[in-house]
């Protein structure tokens, strides 16, 4: 448990300076533990209308009583919560903002010229110069970029998507328009749209039904779509002054994605690895299926074969002596039992393979 130590004369000269609340606040103590503290050590305490009087120019001090014998110093503890409780964990966003604020060469500026612009700038203000300044809306050449803002903003525009653009690719990243003619930043293979737009507002329509939108000159840069959207506008700080917090969110929300394409194709090798386990299970059932059907016809056979065996060794003992006729008959009974015993096979001169499984229908 952590205490923090005064002397005497320490306290005496603290408590004059500094009301009970600005030093509980500044030393993570309680007011009753230093209110014991002082009575401990015989410090006299201001009366809660010394602080008023000294706003309007009074100072009146109670001095330390000489006259006093006890120790000359005191430990007072710390509050609990001051103790117990971890210092807050800045969130990943601010980590990454400072990490970015801290690189001496980002180039987290943007000029009030535009200087040197991206390829993709240039083309943009290229298509805004050579307009057509009789129509009412402007559409940028098909590799340039839309923005959804009035004229006079256009230029303010161009600065800072130029310093958005040179930031990404300074951090490695790309900045295109994809398939769909969006204007996307490529972080570490992820394709997250960006948009920058000015805000409107509505007010009554000068028609007297229903709203107007009115243009406000409020920037509004937006990243990302449904969910995962997040956009920023001008404020205290204008969005020029928010580059490094708007490229942090972009390489966090890179890093979800990526994890979250990790954790599917991961997911995605265990169903099949359970759909293999499934289909080669089916499958030695469908098999194990085939193989008893075919044992119990081949058993069925066998008692076929049984049966008969036992009758033509009762035709010969039923016969004795043997005619020819009787033993040419035994022979070919022989042959046919033999072809259709599972257990000898002899292929026969007439009937076929296809024949076994048909003869019960003869």
Not at 70 to 78: A, H, R, T, V, Y
Not at 222 to 248: C, F, H, M, N
């Amino acid at each position: 448990m952590k205490t923090i130590t005064f002397t005497r004369a320490e306290l005496y000269d603290l408590v004059w300076k500094k009301n009970l609340g600005q030093i509980s606040h500044l030393y993570g103590l309680s007011s009753y533990g230093i209110r014991q503290a002082c009575a401990t050590l015989k410090v006299p305490l201001p009366h809660a209308s010394y602080w008023i009087q000294l706003k309007h120019g009074y100072s009146w001090v109670a001095k330390l009583s000489e006259a006093y014998e006890g120790p000359e110093s005191i430990e007072i503890l710390k509050k609990k919560y001051e103790t117990n409780v971890p210092p807050p964990v800045p969130s990943p966003i601010v980590i990454r903002t400072r990490e970015i604020e801290k690189d001496p060469k980002a180039p987290l500026t943007v000029g009030e010229r535009l200087t040197k612009p991206h390829r993709l700038i240039q083309i943009t203000k290229d298509s805004w110069d050579k307009r057509d300044k009789s129509k009412r809306n402007w559409e940028p050449d098909m590799e340039g970029i839309s923005l959804n803002m009035a004229d006079a903003l256009k230029p303010r525009a161009l600065r800072f998507m130029d310093g958005f653009i040179k930031l990404l690719e300074y951090r490695g990243h790309e900045f295109r328009k994809n398939q769909y003619g969006y204007t996307v930043a490529l972080v570490d293979g992820i394709e997250i749209e960006v948009y920058l737009r000015e805000a409107d507002k509505r007010v009554p329509s000068k028609s007297g039904y229903g709203t107007d939108l009115v243009p406000t000159g409020i920037f509004i840069f937006q990243v990302g779509k449904y969910s995962e959207q997040k956009e920023w506008r001008d404020g205290s700080t204008p969005i020029e002054g928010l580059l490094a917090r708007i490229l942090a969110k972009l390489e966090l929300m890179a890093e979800k994605e990526k994890e979250w394409q990790e954790e599917s194709r991961l997911r995605q090798i265990e169903r099949e690895k359970q759909e293999a386990i499934t289909r080669a299970a089916a499958e030695r059932k469908q098999k194990e299926v085939q193989d008893f059907k075919a044992l119990l016809k081949a058993a069925e056979r066998f008692d076929e074969v049984t049966r008969l065996r036992n009758y033509v060794e009762a035709v010969q003992k039923q016969v004795d002596p043997l005619d020819e006729e009787i033993r040419q008959w035994i022979v070919w009974a022989e042959k046919k039992i033999n072809w259709m015993d599972p257990l000898v096979g002899t292929p026969d001169d007439i009937l076929t393979e296809s024949d076994l499984t048909q003869y019960k229908k003869w």
